[in-house]
């Protein structure tokens, strides 16, 4: 990974509880571009005393987003009402509202959902009999394996803004590290069919998120783990 620029490392100092209100000397382009390629833009915007214009306009967007998949999830939850499935909500459909002041600053760009995995069949059929979910790329459901750790669909409701949904029993695919989910799901605290994960189970489940994913690494992610 190359060495951060003057501006992210100003970027990160903002970041830090102690830094929020400090005012840089960074040009406000060069600072939301590099806040922007680390996804927390809109964070950046919500905690800055006097965000620059594009910092407004990124937390605009984000709370669009944000009300966008908050308003999919409420389908979701009427589906699954209906169908009894447990289910547990991840990363930042979890965290936004326990870890950040804004929660529609902590950008999401979908939806990640944890089920037991006997459910897992249950919960997708539920949806895709439901109108506005598909499968990805129109797939039909195949052969429910052990192997398959998650689904994922698509959902298009009255606005024309698609919402890809990710319904997972497991998210560690590490060889010699296995996570037993039968244990995380005894260790969560529930309200109805609606489970809450125990914190340490949370923070495991976080970074397992972080160290497998394929795409660039936000900082928004390292937040979320240092708020844990």
């Known amino acids: 990974?190359?060495?951060?620029?003057?501006?992210?490392?100003?970027?990160?100092?903002?970041?830090?509880?102690?830094?929020?209100?400090?005012?840089?000397?960074?040009?406000p382009d060069e600072l939301f571009d590099a806040a922007?390629?680390?996804?927390?833009?809109?964070?950046?915007?919500?905690?800055?005393?006097?965000?620059?214009?594009?910092?407004?306009?990124?937390?605009?967007?984000?709370?669009?987003?944000?009300?966008l998949l908050s308003t999919t999830y409420r389908v979701i939850c009427r589906c699954w009402e209906k169908a009894k499935v447990l289910h547990a909500p991840l990363k930042g459909l979890a965290l936004g509202s326990k870890l950040y002041a804004s929660p529609q600053a902590r950008t999401m760009c979908d939806l990640d959902i944890l089920v037991p995995h006997e459910q897992l069949q249950r919960a997708t059929s539920?949806?895709?009999?439901?109108?506005?979910?598909?499968?990805?790329?129109?797939?039909?459901?195949?052969?429910?394996?052990?192997?398959?750790?998650?689904?994922?669909?698509?959902?298009?409701?009255?606005?024309?803004a698609k919402v890809l949904v990710e319904v997972h029993?497991?998210?560690?695919?590490?060889?010699?590290?296995?996570?037993?989910?039968?244990?995380?799901?005894?260790r969560a605290s529930r309200e109805g069919l609606l489970a809450q994960l125990d914190a340490t189970d949370e923070l495991i489940l976080t970074a397992y998120h972080l160290a497998r994913s394929n795409y660039p690494v936000r900082f928004i992610w390292f937040l979320d783990v240092y708020g844990l």
């Open 1 to 27: 990974m190359p060495a951060p620029t003057s501006a992210e490392l100003e970027l990160f100092s903002r970041l830090r509880p102690a830094h929020l209100a400090s005012e840089g000397a960074h040009d």
């Open 36 to 67: 922007h390629r680390w996804g927390v833009a809109p964070l950046l915007g919500a905690l800055s005393p006097t965000p620059s214009p594009r910092l407004r306009q990124a937390l605009l967007v984000a709370t669009a987003q944000h009300l």
């Open 126 to 160: 539920a949806l895709l009999d439901a109108p506005g979910f598909s499968l990805k790329g129109g797939m039909r459901p195949g052969p429910w394996r052990r192997a398959q750790k998650d689904v994922c669909l698509v959902y298009q409701g009255a606005e024309a």
């Open 169 to 186: 029993y497991r998210l560690d695919q590490f060889k010699h590290l296995r996570l037993d989910y039968g244990e995380i799901w005894q």
